[in-house]
Structures are given as structure tokens and as C-alpha cells.
């Protein structure tokens, strides 16, 4: 059985380095670590993982909303958000689609 492949987007490298380190343990594969929305979708494109990991707030001019709607819509692939800021009112926007 092959490892499912898991792409994170996050732009604090602490985080993201403990994120890996976790799903390695249980067993998947990392794919790469990117920190904007712009090379989330590039690498998605390339690389097709079985899962993103995605913060919401993101380096660059594309938050992690829109990255995971256009990685879910172009190419299929399913996002998970993972974020510190959890509030209503960004429940709500990744929900919608808006941030």
C-alpha cells in the first residue's frame, strides 16, 4: 500500500515543520511545505497530493480560502483548514468561500 501524500500550506515554519514530523509519524507522506496560496496551487498542480493541509492566513496576495477553492474546484483535491484564528466570523468565510 503506498502512503497517501499530504501537501501543507502554512507560513510559520514552526508549525509547519510539527505538522510534518505528526502525520510522518502516522505514516503519510509530506509532499512539500509552501507558505502562499500562489505555490499551494502550483504544487497541487504538479504534484496531485491526496490532502491539503491549509492555514487561512497567508503570505502573498492570496489568503488560504481562495487557494483551497481553486485546488478543490481545479483539480479536485480535498482541503482541510488548519488555523489559529479560529472565529465565527472566519468559520463563515471558509464556508462561503470568502475571506
Excluded at 28 to 56: C, N, W
Aim: hydrophobic share 45%; proline share 2%; glycine share 8%.
Amino acid at each position: 500500500m503506498t502512503k497517501k501524500s499530504i501537501l501543507i500550506v502554512e507560513d510559520e515554519m514552526i508549525t509547519a515543520m510539527d505538522e510534518q514530523q505528526c502525520l510522518e509519524a502516522l505514516g503519510y507522506e509530506v509532499i512539500a511545505i509552501v507558505t502562499s496560496g500562489e505555490e499551494a496551487i502550483k504544487k497541487a498542480e504538479t504534484e496531485k497530493p491526496d490532502l491539503v493541509l491549509m492555514d487561512i492566513t497567508l503570505e502573498g496576495e492570496m489568503d488560504g480560502i481562495e487557494a483551497a477553492w481553486k485546488i478543490r474546484d481545479d483539480f479536485n483535491i480535498p482541503v482541510v483548514f488548519v488555523t489559529a484564528h479560529g472565529d465565527k466570523g472566519i468559520y463563515e468565510a471558509a464556508i462561503e468561500g470568502t475571506l
